[in-house]
């Protein structure tokens, strides 16, 4: 139990589809952020979410959606992906502002585009 | 803005022998974290660090924050096949409000 829970686990979604991601976290924290995880490749941080407000977005690309209703609650949106989108995405979460530190990551939803 | 530069990349053992991998930053960092990542999973706190020179264990695990505050160190001692995975560290800027992270070093155990 790590305290930030994902779902689904596994999406398979084809190019036209739209889904979205569910990101929950029972930790307190005021932060939560979106991470794309490929195949051999590193971390990259997509969105930053601070007391619900958007603080950072990485140059993604729209056919990304993020929404934060509340600090507990983070979800992803999709729409119109690519096969290159396929990976691992991660949410996680930490104690937010300029004092947070240790972030706490769900178990991820592997996502594939077909 | 911050890069880190992990090493090494990957690294294939024998159980029972030592590990040891490293970060660098090309500039100061507040916080330091060490996260390992098994394979489908999300990534879990090993060690974190706050202080310059700071030593802290987390079993057979230890991690160093450099005295320059631009680097840190983790150690794995007697390393076991469970110990398999990916392992990333992790900094934090003054007033960054976000943590960046290394590239990973994939670990490697054989029985």
């Known amino acids: 139990e790590t305290g930030v829970t994902q779902t689904p686990r596994h999406l398979v979604m084809g190019m036209t589809n739209k889904k979205s991601l569910k990101c929950e976290q029972h930790?307190?924290?005021?932060?939560m952020y979106w991470y794309k995880q490929s195949a051999k490749k590193p971390l990259e941080l997509m969105f930053v979410?601070?007391?619900?407000?958007?603080?950072e977005n990485n140059s993604v690309p729209s056919r990304f959606s993020p929404e934060c209703p509340n600090s507990s609650h983070l979800f992803l949106h999709l729409h119109t992906l690519q096969p290159e989108d396929s990976a691992l995405y991660l949410c996680?979460?930490?104690?937010?502002?300029?004092?947070?530190?240790?972030?706490?990551f769900g178990q991820g939803t592997r996502l594939t585009v077909v | 803005g911050q890069q880190l530069n992990q090493s090494p990349q990957s690294m294939f053992i024998q159980e029972g022998e030592d590990v040891s991998m490293n970060c660098t930053s090309s500039?100061?960092?507040?916080?330091w974290l060490w996260y390992k990542q098994d394979p489908g999973e999300g990534p879990v706190l090993l060690i974190a660090?706050?202080?310059?020179?700071e030593l802290t264990s987390n079993g057979r695990l230890t991690a160093q924050f450099g005295i320059t505050r631009k680097d840190s160190f983790l150690n794995i001692s007697a390393s076991i096949p469970s110990d398999v995975g990916i392992y990333f560290c992790?900094?934090?800027?003054?007033?960054?409000?976000?943590?960046?992270f290394g590239d990973g070093t994939t670990l490697t155990v054989k029985p």
């Open positions: 996680a979460s930490s104690q937010g502002g300029t004092k947070n530190t240790e972030a706490f």
């Open positions: 930790l307190g924290h005021n932060a």
């Open positions: 979410y601070n007391f619900k407000e958007q603080t």
């Open positions: 500039s100061i960092f507040n916080t």
């Open positions: 660090l706050y202080k310059a020179g």
């Open positions: 992790a900094g934090q800027a003054p007033n960054a409000g976000k943590s960046t």
